[in-house]
């Protein structure tokens, strides 16, 4: 069966740039999550959604990140005006719901800031 | 807040030796404990977890952590891997909830021939 997609697998773009990650998530799975994984770390939280909600966005760094989910399934990540340090493998989750389903992961983006 | 320490960023091994893998947390509450596998060009994927009962847990494939709350400790083990276990283990926290998973750096276990 399709396990969580992500695209694209990499992407590189200038500094200052706007970038658009995507993430298809297991069909059925009603939460999604965003992590990002930097050089040598585990994967950060960033943003957890139930549905079409944020649910939790408290591990966005700050402003120039924001993620939508219009219809509770495909999911958006958008970071503006990108800087070096945002390079980083960002991941997508997904799972049936919050409690105890197991999380499954997609292969991630690799974004590289010139 | 929690947080997570695996101590040993490489571990090499040869094939059919023992292997531990260590993890401690810190946490002000009670807690889910996971480990992760990220195989060579693959996502991450949920090797074994404890949510409460035993705290000897074990996964498919031969691998097992127990947790120790007194030590908070939830270190993983084999006692013989193969070649195929080599891979990036990465131990996760989360404090009462399942999604807000505290990653720790990882540990890197190569097995050799």
């Known amino acids: 069966g399709a396990g969580v997609s992500q695209t694209p697998s990499n992407k590189v773009t200038e500094k200052g740039k706007y970038v658009e990650l995507r993430c298809d998530p297991i069909?059925?799975?009603?939460?999604l999550y965003w992590y990002r994984q930097s050089l040598g770390q585990g994967p950060e939280f960033l943003i957890y959604?139930?549905?079409?909600?944020?649910?939790?966005d408290s591990g966005l760094p700050n402003d120039r990140f924001f993620a939508v989910r219009p219809e509770g399934s495909v999911s958006t990540l958008k970071i503006q005006r990108t800087e070096r340090g945002d390079s980083a493998v960002y991941l997508c989750?997904?799972?049936?719901?919050?409690?105890?389903?197991?999380?499954?992961f997609g292969n991630g983006t690799r974004l590289t800031v010139t | 807040a929690q947080s997570v320490t695996q101590l040993d960023s490489q571990v090499p091994v040869f094939e059919e030796a023992p292997v531990e893998l260590r993890c401690n947390y810190s946490?002000?509450?009670?807690?889910?404990l996971f480990w992760y596998v990220q195989y060579p060009n693959q996502g991450l994927q949920l090797l074994l977890k404890?949510?409460?009962?035993?705290?000897l847990v074990e996964s498919i494939n031969g691998f097992e952590a127990e947790f120790n709350k007194s030590q908070t400790s939830f270190h993983l083990r084999k006692p013989s891997v193969h070649i195929s276990d080599t891979a990036e283990y990465f131990c996760?926290?989360?404090?009462?909830?399942?999604?807000?998973?505290?990653f720790g750096k990882g540990t890197l276990l190569t097995v050799n021939p």
């Open positions: 989750a997904s799972s049936l719901a919050m409690g105890n389903s197991p999380l499954h």
């Open positions: 946490s002000s509450v009670s807690v889910y």
């Open positions: 996760a926290v989360s404090g009462g909830s399942n999604y807000k998973l505290t």
């Open positions: 404890y949510l409460s009962g035993s705290t």
């Open positions: 959604f139930q549905g079409t909600g944020a649910a939790d």
């Open positions: 069909s059925g799975h009603t939460a």
